[in-house]
T-cell receptor, first 113, second 111 residues
Framework: DAGVTQTPRHEVAEKGQTIILKCEPV?????LFWYRQTKIQGLELLSY????????DGGAFKDRFKAEMLNSSFSTLKIQPTEPKDSAVYLC???????????FGSGTRLLVI | QQKVQQSPESLIVPEGGMASLNCTSS?????YFWWYRQHSGKSPKMLM?????GEKEEGRFTVHLNKASLHTSLHIRDSQPSDSALYLC???????????FGSGTRLLVSP
């Protein structure tokens, strides 16, 4: 199944650590998104790439969150330094273009202690 | 900035009943709507999309769209416990606007 692959599935980090989450989008998709999901805030957009170019970097998340798309088939999200409030599920999604539906990965559940 | 409002926040319906979920966009440039379903502990999966005024039916699921009011609704008839999930509405406009998600409606179908 050529869906969106995210690794790791779970991550536990101590406060202040640097963590890197990985995502492989669906082959041929041009748009890639990083979201953070919590019960209280819902889905929050962290970064948005179109054809590897950064289109949006999530405003309030700019200072400690950095997403990169090294090639069309691989993206990373670095959180540096981590804080307990970063504990959430991080979802990567890709789509063919701006008006197509999204395919989501299974997510990375992050716990910062 | 475009907002997508969903109501109600949560909904309980009995098994076999009808569930009705609502979604409205604040952006007049919106042309495309999607409904995603997210079961607990899983990632969202696209359920239905609607791009034209009117109604679209797939099995027990029916979606309505009124572009003039920027309102879409999802109706689930003969609701099953397996329909219990978070339902997310998403909207996008033409010209490369990115998709914006609502906060979701949490549906619980009680046996």
């Amino acid at each position: 199944d050529a869906g969106v692959t995210q690794t790791p599935r779970h991550e536990v980090a101590e406060k202040g650590q640097t963590i890197i989450l990985k995502c492989e989008p669906v082959s041929g998709h041009n748009d890639l998104f990083w979201y953070r999901q919590t019960k209280i805030q819902g889905l929050e957009l962290l970064s948005y790439f179109r054809s590897k170019s950064l289109m949006e970097d999530g405003g309030a998340f700019k200072d400690r969150f950095k997403a990169e798309m090294l090639n069309s088939s691989f993206s990373t999200l670095k959180i540096q330094p981590t804080e307990p409030k970063d504990s959430a599920v991080y979802l990567c999604a890709s789509s063919l273009d701006a008006n197509s539906d999204y395919t989501f990965g299974s997510g990375t559940r992050l716990l910062v202690i | 900035q475009q907002k997508v409002q969903q109501s109600p926040e949560s909904l309980i319906v009995p098994e076999g009943g009808m569930a009705s979920l609502n979604c409205t966009s604040s952006d007049r440039n919106v042309d495309y709507f999607w409904w995603y379903r997210q079961h607990s502990g899983k990632s969202p999966k696209m359920l239905m999309s609607i791009f034209s005024n009117g109604e679209k039916e797939e099995g027990r699921f029916t979606v309505h769209l009124n572009k003039a009011s920027l309102h879409t609704s999802l109706h689930i008839r003969d609701s099953q416990p397996s329909d219990s999930a978070l339902y997310l509405c998403a909207a996008a406009g033409t010209g490369g606007y990115k998709v914006v998600f609502g906060s979701g409606t949490r549906l619980l179908v009680s046996p």
